[in-house]
């Protein structure tokens, strides 16, 4: 089961804001409920931040946090970008 929650708040604050708050509330939640489920908290860029990562962590709550693209990054992680495209061919 895929569960998604969506939060909206006025666009002059921060994009985490209150994002831990929601995921520590949906966790305790979950677990509630199914005591080994596993959980895994996909973000943006925005989410991308040490306290947020580090909760997850602590709370064995894994993560896929989308970065956003520039080009300086993009040259960095050129030969990585080429190897994952060769290996999902």
């Known amino acids: 089961m895929i569960e998604q929650l969506s939060y909206l708040r006025p666009s002059n604050l ?4 209150h994002a831990r708050a929601i995921l520590s509330l949906l966790v305790k939640r979950f677990r509630q409920s199914w ?13 991308c931040r040490h306290r947020m990562l580090a909760w997850c962590e602590h709370h064995e709550v894994g993560y896929l946090i989308e970065i956003a693209q520039n080009k300086r990054l993009n040259e960095i992680s050129a030969q990585w970008q080429q190897s994952a495209v060769c290996r999902m061919r």
């Open 14 to 17: 921060d994009g985490a804001k």
């Open 35 to 47: 005591l080994e489920v596993r959980i895994i908290f996909r973000g943006g860029s925005g989410c």
